[in-house]
């Protein structure tokens, strides 16, 4: 689901997540989620839904696709996903569905979790494991956190997702910073703000995000604002579904100078707003649409 859907539907916050887990395979796993609960399963889970379209992709990504049995909506990557039944949307869990399922793990994003739900979801039986994600590092970070879980190795996938963000951190660290507006949707004008892994993803590219002092995570811009900040770059990843889209609405506002001067970046929305591992092709993407137009 993209940020694009993000602005109606969800939030985005970071918390430490820490792990406690047995060495054996046949033990019990007790884990500390991000909301501090202790989580225990008595060996790792074979029928897990998730509530959320990064935890499905990330779980697939984790080796353990094989075991989701439900997901949530908007769950359309990898394509084997589409296939699986949904239990959950912006309105809410699907609970009856969702115990059919027999899951013996729910994987739930805390922005999007109600804490009842939870309770809900636990009465029937089903542990639930709640994460937060907000920085570039927690893709990898709840990666392993499904793969122990699940009983599978994601570690090798990790780091090399680590290491891609590491070398293009390493690239751009000597750039002077180019002041970025970051569009998410159009009507009414939205950015990101401070604090979010897209705020990271563009100091990892040389530039800076030249709203990040407006409140919110995902706040509304004035356009009187934009234009007395005028920002050096524009950077789309929100409802246009294709450059020419993005750059044609655009042309409407000329008295930029990123305008003018057709210093317009877009990014497939889904490489960006979703935090999985996909996010390393999607900062690659950023960096070098950033690094064109600087040139």
């Known amino acids: 689901m993209a940020l694009s859907v993000f602005i109606r539907f969800i939030r985005f916050i970071r918390v430490p997540l820490v792990f406690c887990i047995t060495s054996s395979a046949f033990a019990s796993i007790t884990a500390t989620d991000d909301l501090g609960r202790k989580v225990e ?10 509530l959320a379209p990064f935890l499905t992709e990330l779980a697939f990504s984790a080796g353990a696709g094989g075991k989701l049995v439900g997901v949530s909506a908007y769950s359309d990557f990898p394509p084997e996903a589409r296939a699986l039944p949904e239990v959950a949307s912006a309105t809410g869990i699907a609970l009856e569905p969702l115990a059919a399922l027999r899951p013996d793990l729910v994987l739930a994003w805390a922005d ?70 970051v569009e998410i949707w159009s009507q009414p004008l939205t950015t990101i703000g401070a604090g979010h892994w897209i705020d990271e993803a563009l100091e990892a590219c040389g530039a800076r995000n030249a709203f990040d002092d407006v409140p919110g995570i995902a706040p509304q811009l004035d356009w009187e604002l934009v234009y007395r900040r005028d920002p050096r770059v524009i950077v789309g990843m929100g409802e246009a579904d294709t450059r020419a889209q993005f750059e044609s609405r655009w042309a409407l506002r000329p008295a930029l100078s990123a305008v003018r001067a057709k210093r317009l970046v877009y990014v497939d929305a889904d490489l960006l707003q979703r935090p999985t591992l996909r996010l390393a092709e999607g900062v690659a993407r950023l960096c070098e649409g950033i690094d064109r137009v600087r040139r």
């Open 41 to 50: 399963l008595k060996q790792p889970a074979q029928r897990i839904v998730t």
């Open 112 to 181: 999007t979790i109600r804490k009842e739900d939870i309770g809900r979801i636990e009465g029937l039986g089903a542990p639930v494991f709640v994460v937060r994600t907000r920085r570039l590092d927690d893709a990898p970070r709840v990666l392993g956190s499904i793969a122990r879980l699940a009983g599978t190795d994601a570690s090798k996938t990790a780091l090399a997702y680590r290491e891609r963000i590491a070398g293009l951190r390493r690239s751009h660290a000597a750039a002077v910073p180019l002041p970025v507006l």
